[in-house]
């Protein structure tokens, strides 16, 4: 039978050595490689194929949730499962808009951690049972959703002022450059953050990354 390869990435290293030992068990499964935080994963991806990863959310340097928008770039069919110390359903609903397959606490991996492998693998989406005790029964729904409904409701045009914001560029030079009216270009980025119900520029930022709807700033 065919092995499910399978990277590990967790700033900690007792972690990914306690998680490797439970996933060992089951001979279907192998561990190709093991990464320490979301850049060492994203390199790691590049020279190993993988059929799933396994998380956390709160690494240095790149951290998961922005990891996983990476980590689909390079292996656009991979599984993500989250393994997270964080029972947030703000964590939750970012980690299902960026991509995430899953998302198991980490104080439920004794038990949980392979029957969620397999239902990930199934192509399900797993969450933690007593964490899913204390959410509304469509939260998930709600989230995979919000994720889709964003990303397509944004014009072509928003998407290109969108990303020149996140490059720094002015309203008045995107405006120079697409040959519009600066009130044009205003007017453009509140409809967005309107449509996405976001208060703030920076927090639009912020967003438009972590979900893949345009590349990080220009060099």
Same mark, same amino acid.
């Given at each position: 039978?065919?092995?499910?390869?399978?990277?590990? +990435?967790?700033?900690? +290293?007792?972690?990914?050595?306690?998680?490797?030992?439970?996933?060992?068990? @089951?001979?279907?499964?192998?561990?190709?490689?093991?990464?320490?935080?979301?850049?060492?994963?994203?390199?790691?991806?590049?020279?190993?194929?993988?059929?799933? #990863? %396994?998380?956390?959310?709160?690494? *240095? !340097?790149?951290?998961?949730?922005?990891?996983?928008?990476?980590?689909?770039?390079?292996? *656009? !069919?991979?599984? %993500?499962?989250?393994?997270?110390?964080?029972?947030?359903?703000?964590?939750?609903?970012?980690? #299902?808009?960026?991509?995430?397959?899953?998302?198991?606490?980490?104080? @439920?991996? =004794?038990?949980?951690?392979?029957?969620? #492998?397999?239902?990930?693998?199934?192509? =399900?989406?797993?969450? $933690?049972? @007593?964490?899913?005790?204390?959410?509304?029964? =469509?939260?998930?729904?709600?989230?995979?959703?919000?994720?889709?409904? $964003?990303?397509?409701?944004?014009?072509?045009?928003?998407? /290109? %002022?969108? /990303?020149?914001?996140? =490059?720094?560029?002015?309203?008045?030079?995107?405006?120079?450059?697409? !040959?519009?009216?600066?009130?044009?270009?205003?007017?453009?980025? +509140?409809?967005?953050?309107?449509?996405? !119900?976001?208060?703030?520029?920076?927090?639009?930022?912020?967003? +438009?990354? $972590?979900?893949?709807?345009?590349?990080? *700033?220009?060099?």
């Amino acid at each position: 039978m065919k092995s499910c390869r399978i990277v590990l +990435a967790d700033d900690h +290293a007792l972690i990914r050595h306690g998680i490797k030992k439970m996933i060992e068990e @089951d001979s279907s499964l192998a561990v190709v490689g093991e990464a320490a935080d979301g850049l060492e994963l994203i390199e790691l991806l590049r020279i190993t194929p993988a059929d799933l #990863i %396994i998380l956390d959310i709160s690494m *240095p !340097n790149l951290r998961g949730i922005e990891a996983i928008v990476e980590a689909r770039k390079i292996c *656009p !069919n991979v599984k %993500i499962l989250m393994l997270t110390m964080h029972k947030s359903e703000q964590y939750l609903c970012s980690s #299902i808009v960026s991509g995430a397959d899953g998302y198991l606490l980490k104080e @439920d991996s =004794d038990t949980e951690l392979l029957p969620a #492998i397999e239902q990930v693998l199934k192509g =399900d989406f797993y969450l $933690s049972q @007593d964490f899913a005790k204390d959410l509304s029964d =469509d939260v998930v729904a709600t989230c995979r959703d919000h994720g889709k409904r $964003s990303d397509e409701i944004l014009t072509p045009r928003e998407k /290109q %002022i969108l /990303q020149m914001v996140v =490059d720094g560029i002015t309203s008045k030079n995107i405006a120079e450059r697409l !040959n519009i009216s600066k009130r044009t270009v205003e007017h453009h980025r +509140a409809n967005m953050m309107k449509k996405l !119900n976001i208060k703030r520029v920076a927090d639009l930022i912020k967003y +438009a990354i $972590s979900n893949g709807f345009v590349d990080r *700033p220009a060099e």
